[in-house]
């Protein structure tokens, strides 16, 4: 592959730029789906650029005892962690632009970045409510995290592999075996909604308590590009679960290979929306005792059952 | 109890200390009873059932303040007990011993009419703004408010 | 760990008017609250004692914009009482009517709110959808969605024509079904039940001596509803079923609503079918003889009380209004230490609060700023303002 290529793939296609622009389709996908579900109109397709567009517009506002410069620089942070990681998924073929044994790992962890940096933006910004709502991220990260983890570690255990691109092939192989990581994918699919902060576990936010939790003192470019970072973490967390769950694009030719990722990353962003329509927010403690008591067994049962399939099937 | 044994509860169990009980219609009752006596009196209605403590109504009456309470019992019958205060000294003891949510009732007393509420529990002002002049009760008679165009030239 | 305040208004998103709350937190759970009432302060019991009796209907249907007309029914109860005018029976009912509209109008922006202020938008925006049905009838009778102006001293002002009788009981029909809908939701939805149940518990002993009314009172298990405990209106005609609770909590207050919501459309559609013939106001002398009264009403929120005294004149010698709301925030407190923050909203939003009910008496302006302009300065000001920008507007007149 010669440099030209390479950053073509990074930058424009399926690199960066098609990655900004196909996160705010899927914003938009998200919010006209939850109009529609609630009997509501909704926004015209260009709204999330609107919006974006606008909030680049207008003028930045720092809080005279935050660090000026950390206060600038985390949502970048979280943007190209989340960037990185789209770059170890697999799009229209089982091979990701970058691919190495241990990426699944890797990409899990470059998605813990940006609720760091959440956190660390509410800490900085010394505003009461966004420090409640730093703590919540902090205190949230730590209930979804392991049930997530727990259940990403089905499929690769199941192939053997701790990568992404290695999964997808593995399932190309054996699609029959997509059926038994079920439990599983519903389990992700649950503790993604933490990742993301969205309802019903979208309790560092959560606006009729603490305001806009971490971002209440966000506003303007800042506050664009970490709305930026959140779209663009549903995408790659889309593909992700994917990837892992769905078998990516079933190595077919380019073409179609890219309708059946767009089609399966819409899907989730489908469910994820329709969770978000027919639930309440739930409660710090309520959310705790859900994932460590529900979920994480789950997930466990999960990898048991793909233990003993590895052992009697394979 | 209904209207009629309420009257007559009123005339014979408190030994003339509640005066003037009339009854203009079903199920409202006008009765008054001195500053002194007032905790005592509601809390043994309180004990025979009336139990319910509506609202407290201050009214400025020339020479002395009506400080009216008006009490309900189940029967949904309500006993409006007054009790007077000097102009030059208003004073009434608080009722937050015997009704504990008398006291936004009493805040108000204080705010707008300027009555001292003795031993209500201390709370922040309610509801006259924080910075409101010491003195300025705005529900007494004597007190008129300003035109916004008069208090646009005083400023 | 250490404790943090934190203070919730007067601007904050769970408050939908200005008021204050100043939390002490250790870590998510609420030991200490202190509420900061009167920023809505606008003299309206001061200013009442300066104009007549029906100017004052006009000001008090102002207290409130979702209560107006329990407000204005209250005072005109009390005058008519004073003055002993026997109100027409058609009069009476259709103060019910309107009453009622405005009882499941409030209770159905309750139920949207609530669902808001616990993260389920669905309902907030289903809830308000359906809303609009009753706005749209209680606008076709009075030609307002809030603020009906539909009483005056002896009687109301306009009749509700036969048609629109009919479009309020065929729109029943799709309320009801609406409404069976909300009651399922609030019993079987796990999360938005998993909110509800156990928070602000209020027990029947602290309802009582705190002097809570209405749906709280009633979802603690106290059987206390002004249209039985003392009928009005149209009330002493209709039989009325009283709709309690004992789960103490706010699930209990939404049970509560819901319910009063069925009997809403039970009670008006008896009062749509049992509407009498006749004159809809008699005419009442603008003086009203010396007296005092107390009225009573039971308002969408609980009960409203107003207490009139007359002297003889036009205007009015004293009038003092008891909203629901400030009967309610004596137990706020009680309500809340020991919660988590993460109640709060739900638990201000169960008294179902009406903060410009609560503070209603003083016009604010103490002279110190020194930005305060009259109209003609204003207007200068404005001008002058545009010339610098270069726009002469000054020849417009």
Redesign the interface.
């Known amino acids: 592959m010669n440099v030209q290529w390479t950053l073509l793939y990074m930058f424009v296609f399926p690199g960066f730029l098609f990655l900004i622009a196909y996160s705010m389709i899927c914003e938009w996908v998200d919010r006209k789906l ?1 109009a529609r ?4 109109i909704g926004p015209p397709w260009f709204q999330p650029e609107a919006d974006f567009i606008k909030l680049l517009s207008k003028e930045e506002i720092i809080p005279d005892a935050a660090d000026k410069v950390m206060f600038r620089l985390l949502p970048i942070f979280a943007i190209a962690a989340v960037l990185t990681a789209f770059l170890y998924l697999p799009i229209w073929n089982t091979n990701a632009i970058y691919s190495f044994k241990g990426d699944l790992i890797v990409v899990f962890y470059l998605l813990t970045i940006p609720t760091l940096t959440f956190f660390l933006a509410g800490w900085n910004s010394t505003s ?2 966004s ?2 709502g730093s703590v919540r991220n902090l205190t949230q990260l730590f209930s979804y995290e392991v049930p997530l983890l727990l259940s990403l570690l089905g499929p690769a255990l199941l192939a053997g592999t701790w990568s992404i691109s290695g999964i997808s092939a593995f399932f190309l192989k054996r699609p029959e075996l997509l059926v038994v990581n079920i439990i599983g994918f519903l389990v992700a699919l649950v503790a993604v909604q933490g990742k993301l902060e969205r ?2 576990f ?2 560092p936010d ?6 806009a939790g971490s971002f209440t003192e966000f506003g303007g470019r800042l506050l664009g590009l970490f709305r930026l970072a959140t779209d663009l973490e549903m995408v790659v967390v889309a593909t992700l679960l994917s990837a892992v769950f769905l078998g990516g694009s079933f190595g077919l030719h380019p073409v179609l290979g890219f309708i059946i990722f767009v089609v399966k990353t819409l899907f989730i962003v489908c469910i994820l929306t329709l969770f978000k ?10 959310m705790m005792k859900f994932c460590w008591k529900y979920l994480a067994p789950i997930a466990l049962i999960q990898l048991l059952i793909n233990i003993l399939v590895k052992a009697y099937f394979l | 109890m209904n209207n009629q044994e309420l009257v007559t509860f009123l005339q014979t169990q408190f030994s003339g200390k509640v005066t003037n009980v009339t009854s203009p219609r079903e199920k409202r009752i006008f009765a008054e009873v001195a500053t002194t006596e007032l905790v005592k009196t509601l809390q043994t209605l309180k004990n025979s059932g009336v139990h319910f403590l509506g609202t407290i109504t201050g009214v400025d009456s020339g020479e002395k303040f009506e400080v009216i309470y008006h009490l309900y019992n189940d029967d949904g019958i309500v006993l409006n007990m007054k009790t007077f205060t000097p102009r030059t000294d208003p004073k009434v003891p608080t009722v937050t011993t015997v009704f504990s949510g008398a006291f936004l009732y009493e805040r108000e007393l204080m705010d707008l009419l300027g009555i001292d509420v003795e031993g209500t529990p201390p709370n922040r002002r309610y509801p006259l703004p924080d910075d409101w002049p010491v003195g300025q009760f705005p529900l007494r008679k004597d007190w008129k408010s300003l035109s916004s165009e008069e208090e646009v030239n005083k400023a | 760990m250490s404790q ?1 305040k ?2 919730i208004g007067p601007q ?3 408050l939908h008017e200005p008021e204050s709350f100043n939390l002490t ?1 250790e870590g ?1 759970i609420i030991v200490e609250a202190e509420a900061k009432l009167g920023y809505n302060h606008r003299g309206i019991e001061k200013a009442c004692e300066s104009r007549n009796f029906i100017q004052d209907i006009y000001l008090l249907e102002r207290i409130c914009g979702i209560c107006s007309h329990s407000h204005s029914t209250c005072f005109v109860q009390a005058v008519e009482e004073i003055a002993a005018v026997e109100v027409p029976l058609r009069a009476k009912y259709i103060r019910a009517i309107i009453g009622e509209l405005e009882r499941i109008h409030s209770h159905l922006l309750w139920v949207g709110v609530a ?9 907030f ?2 809830a308000w ?1 359906d809303r609009e049905i009753v706005m749209d009838i209680l606008a076709w009778i009075s030609g307002n969605r809030v603020n009906y102006g539909m009483n005056t001293v002896g009687g109301v002002r306009r009749d509700i024509s036969p048609e629109i009788l009919e479009q309020i009981l065929g729109s029943l029909n799709t309320l009801i079904e609406r409404t069976e809908y909300y009651t399922r939701i609030v019993t079987d ?1 796990p ?2 039940m ?2 509800l149940r156990g928070v602000g518990k209020l027990s029947k002993e602290q309802a009582l001596s705190l002097g809570a009314v209405g749906p709280i009172a009633r979802a603690s298990g106290i059987a206390r509803d002004v249209r039985q405990d003392d009928p009005y209106g149209a009330f002493s005609e209709i039989e009325f079923r009283i709709s309690t609770d004992d789960h103490e909590d706010v699930l209990g207050r939404t049970v509560v609503r819901v319910h009063e919501l069925m009997e809403s459309y039970r009670l008006l559609r008896t009062l749509i079918e049992n509407l009498p013939e006749g004159p809809i106001a008699v005419k009442v002398p603008r003086k009203i003889p010396v007296g005092e009264t107390l009225s009573r009403l039971e308002a969408p929120r609980g009960e409203d009380i107003l207490y009139l005294k007359t002297n003889g004149t036009e205007m009015p010698e004293r009038v003092k209004v008891r909203a629901p709301t400030l009967a309610n925030l004596a137990s706020i407190r009680e309500m809340l230490c020991g919660a ?6 739900i638990i201000v939003a169960a008294i179902d609060p009406c903060f410009s009910c609560t503070d209603r008496m003083i016009r604010v302006g103490n002279g110190k700023n020194d930005n305060l302009m009259n109209w003609q300065q204003l207007r200068e000001y404005s001008i002058e303002w545009h010339k610098k920008q270069g726009l002469d507007l000054g020849q417009i007149k």
């Open positions: 939850f579900f609630q009997n509501r009461l409510f420090a409640l309802v019903p979208d309790i959560a606006e009729t308590e603490i305001v329509t027919v639930m309440a927010r739930v409660r710090m403690e309520q | 943090i934190i203070p904050h998103p769970a937190l998510e669902g808001h202020e616990v993260g389920f938008e669905t309902l925006m289903y959808r939805e999360t938005f998993g909110r988590y923050l993460a109640d709060f909203p």
